[in-house]
Nanobody, 119 residues
Framework: QVQLVVSGGGLVQPGGSLSLSCVAS????????MSWYRQAPGQQRELVAA???????NYADSAKGRFTISRTNVKNTVYLQMNSLKPEDTAVYYC?????????????WGQGTQVTVSS
């Protein structure tokens, strides 16, 4: 049974920082691309950042320079460090694991965690 357990959301003031974690079980973690997505009310879910099995990363323009995605394969964990948070970062944040080097491709989602940036 695959589980992605997300933690670390909460309320933070503008300019503050938060760190999210996603612990995976039931998958061979090191083979998966791990991503963070977010969904604000009334908006589509969007990619925030992703990290491939080899460690290469990519970020949404809105996250570049402020957010850092990282992973620790021995702990089956992916992190999202968010700095200089803005009210527009307010959303539910989701963790995703996907693998497209096999057939059929696989993808799994964790539960969301609310991040609210407000004074």
């Amino acid at each position: 049974q695959v589980q992605l357990v997300v933690s670390g959301g909460g309320l933070v003031q503008p300019g503050g920082s938060l760190s999210l974690s996603c612990v995976a079980s039931g998958i061979t973690f090191r083979f998966y691309t791990m991503s963070w997505y977010r969904q604000a009310p009334g908006q589509q879910r969007e990619l925030v950042a992703a990290i491939k099995s080899g460690g290469s990363t990519n970020y949404a323009d809105s996250a570049k320079g402020r957010f850092t995605i990282s992973r620790t394969n021995v702990k089956n964990t992916v992190y999202l460090q968010m700095n200089s948070l803005k009210p527009e970062d307010t959303a539910v944040y989701y963790c995703k694991a996907d693998r497209d080097d096999i057939w059929p491709p696989l993808d799994y989602w964790g539960q969301g965690t609310q991040v609210t940036v407000s004074s």
